[in-house]
């Protein structure tokens, strides 16, 4: 599904910020990306999402080379990568409800197809008894539940979660783990980054560790090995 095709990253003035990635990301997969602060999981996730173009090489969805394409194209794929992250990016003066049909409507769904998915996807995350809540009114777990929720209303095929539990006490983040996980057992792909050890031995999937700008293991059934 996604392939990174010896990708290399230079920013300007700096260090490399990623050196000959070679890496393949399967269809359906749960990949965790670990490694040190300045390691290059940023920069990977920013590549996949054609934020970032590589100095070197070529990033592939399916069959797209992700920075040859134009603006129409673009968003047509990013419509297909949902995103999770660590500030929950809400937006403030709308409601748990209107958070979510606010990105259905972006993406052209009618009246009745929000009527009908909002509140399933907001009893999915165990939210929909706080539907008209803002999300001031909600704790950091819930803001990240309503976020994961709003990133999968469209039925993406990837849900990109960057750090989704860095601010988050143990029993919310295993709570955000669990629904990740529900997430990913209904099909779709999950590529998250995190620095939380405990979290990447309870997924017990996938991890691929970066160190320097380089992929320094890629283990099946991986643990946390920093």
Not at 13 to 28: Q, V
Not at 111 to 136: Q, S
Not at 171 to 199: A, M, P
Request: proline residues 3%; hydrophobic residues 40%; without cysteine.
């Amino acid at each position: 599904m996604i392939y990174f095709n010896g990708v290399k990253k230079q920013y300007p003035k700096s260090t490399m910020a990623l050196e000959d990635i070679t890496l393949s990301i399967n269809s359906g997969e749960f990949v965790s990306i670990v490694g040190h602060s300045g390691a290059g999981k940023t920069t990977l996730i920013k590549l996949i999402l054609a934020e970032e173009a590589p100095t070197e090489g070529t990033v592939f969805f399916e069959s797209l080379d992700v920075n040859r394409l134009k603006n129409r194209q673009l968003t047509e794929l990013r419509r297909r990568i949902g995103t999770v992250f660590q500030d929950f990016k809400l937006l403030g003066n709308k409601t748990a409800y209107e958070n979510i049909s606010f990105a259905m409507e972006a993406s052209g769904k009618s009246d009745e197809e929000i009527a009908a998915d909002v509140p399933h996807v907001l009893d999915l995350v165990g939210l929909l008894d706080k539907r008209e809540h803002f999300p001031g009114q909600l704790s950091g777990g819930e803001k990240q539940r309503l976020a994961i929720a709003r990133a999968i209303i469209n039925q993406p095929e990837v849900i990109i979660a960057d750090e989704p539990t860095g601010n988050l006490d143990p029993i919310n983040t295993h709570e955000i783990v669990q629904i990740l996980k529900k997430i990913n057992d209904l099909g779709t792909t999950i590529i998250l980054t995190t620095h939380n050890r405990s979290v990447i031995d309870s997924i017990g999937k996938r991890v691929i560790t970066l160190e320097k700008g380089k992929v320094i293991r890629d283990d099946k059934d991986g643990k946390y090995m920093m």
